[in-house]
């Protein structure tokens, strides 16, 4: 069942998604690259370091992994391997198709697009566009903000402050949708409602917490924030 928390008032005129975790869940196909690099340098990774990656950078990540294993490398050489990773990921994106949507996913974008109400990607990938591409949802986004769009990555705001103005709404207009504390901080940061999709201990902190897309429907968002819509 959705957690609910005190609502605030305002409109509500668009919907800014995270991209893994929320539309598609590309999560395993990380994981896969990431281990795969790790194995090639010798280097200890599992899923809870994995799981420290989620809604990070791609620099970020070869830090944090880079860290783990007390390695010591210049930026130039962790540029290569994050290079190198997301090569290794890229190529298993051809694998995606549009089955690959996360069950709920597709039938909110389709019920928003419907009812009139701006669309956005708000994602840390790089990798946004292809992946969207495969999924054959360009059409549902009206704007992309991803990892090309800024400079700062989440919990920095950047990425959902910039689909909003590309949007043109301000924050108090759009709810966000994120599956990682850190986007659900980066959201909350810049002053946009929040729906989190995942467990109370990685993003309860959000307005809104669902364990899934299929429980975060527009008409369960539009009850919670029954003064949001009008």
């Known amino acids: 069942m959705p957690e609910i928390f005190e609502a605030r008032i305002g409109m509500i005129k668009g919907f800014?998604?995270?991209?893994?975790?929320?539309?598609?869940?590309?999560?395993?196909?990380?994981?896969?690259?990431?281990?795969?690099?790790?194995?090639?340098?010798?280097?200890?990774?599992?899923?809870?370091?994995?799981?420290?990656?989620?809604?990070?950078?791609?620099?970020?990540?070869?830090?944090?992994?880079?860290?783990?294993?007390?390695?010591e490398l210049t930026d130039d050489q962790l540029f290569?391997?994050?290079?190198?990773?997301?090569?290794?990921?890229?190529?298993?994106?051809?694998?995606?198709?549009?089955?690959?949507y996360l069950s709920g996913a597709l039938e909110l974008l389709e019920k928003l697009k419907v009812q009139g109400f701006k669309i956005a990607l708000g994602s840390a990938s790089k990798n946004s566009q292809k992946v969207l591409h495969q999924l054959n949802a360009l059409n549902y986004f009206d704007v992309i903000g991803d990892g090309n769009s800024v400079a700062k990555s989440k919990p920095a705001p950047d990425v959902f402050l910039f689909a909003a103005r590309q949007?043109?709404?301000?924050?108090?207009e759009c709810i966000v949708y994120?599956?990682?504390?850190?986007?659900?901080?980066?959201?909350?940061?810049?002053?946009?409602?929040?729906?989190?999709?995942?467990?109370?201990?990685?993003?309860?902190?959000?307005?809104?917490?669902?364990?899934?897309?299929?429980?975060?429907?527009?008409?369960?968002?539009?009850s919670f924030f029954e003064d949001l819509f009008i």
Not at 167 to 172: D, I, S, T
Not at 202 to 216: F, I, K, P
């Open 167 to 172: 949007l043109e709404l301000k924050p108090e």
């Open 80 to 100: 290569k391997l994050a290079t190198l990773k997301n090569e290794i990921y890229v190529d298993s994106l051809d694998k995606l198709s549009p089955k690959d």
């Open 178 to 222: 994120e599956d990682a504390r850190a986007g659900v901080d980066a959201a909350k940061i810049g002053g946009f409602y929040t729906v989190g999709i995942g467990p109370s201990e990685r993003v309860g902190h959000a307005d809104l917490r669902c364990d899934s897309m299929q429980e975060a429907t527009l008409e369960a968002v539009q």
């Open 16 to 71: 800014i998604f995270d991209l893994d975790g929320v539309i598609t869940d590309t999560a395993e196909l990380h994981y896969l690259a990431w281990n795969s690099l790790a194995g090639q340098m010798s280097w200890k990774f599992d899923r809870t370091v994995n799981e420290r990656l989620r809604g990070v950078s791609r620099m970020d990540s070869i830090r944090i992994i880079q860290q783990h294993n007390q390695a």
